[in-house]
């Protein structure tokens, strides 16, 4: 089983008190794999319906983010592979 990886990177190196700072959290599971299941429903008289699927993911990864000052991270958006957080400087 391999480690999920991460990688991170702040818009700017330093901030002012009171500046917006944004947080970009790249991350993966190489052992995460998605399933889909595909559905058809048939009546009693043998009519079938159209195949219908949905994708899950297993046991997807989660992000949460916190530092050492105690400042409040806002997640903004998470594609499953790419997280963004903000917070106050």
């Known amino acids: 089983m391999a480690a999920p990886t991460v990688t991170a990177s702040l818009d700017a190196s330093t901030y002012a008190p009171g500046e917006p700072m944004t947080l970009t959290v790249g991350y ?3 052992d995460t794999r998605p399933v889909t ?3 058809v429903l048939t009546d009693a008289d043998g009519n079938s319906s159209a195949p219908v699927r949905v994708t899950a993911v297993i046991d997807p990864l989660g992000v949460e983010v916190a530092d050492d000052s ?4 806002t997640r903004v958006s998470d594609t499953g592979t790419t997280a963004v957080y903000r917070a106050v400087a």
Not at 70 to 73: D, L, T
């Open 70 to 73: 105690g400042r409040a991270w």
């Open 28 to 30: 993966a599971d190489p």
């Open 37 to 39: 299941v595909t559905i």
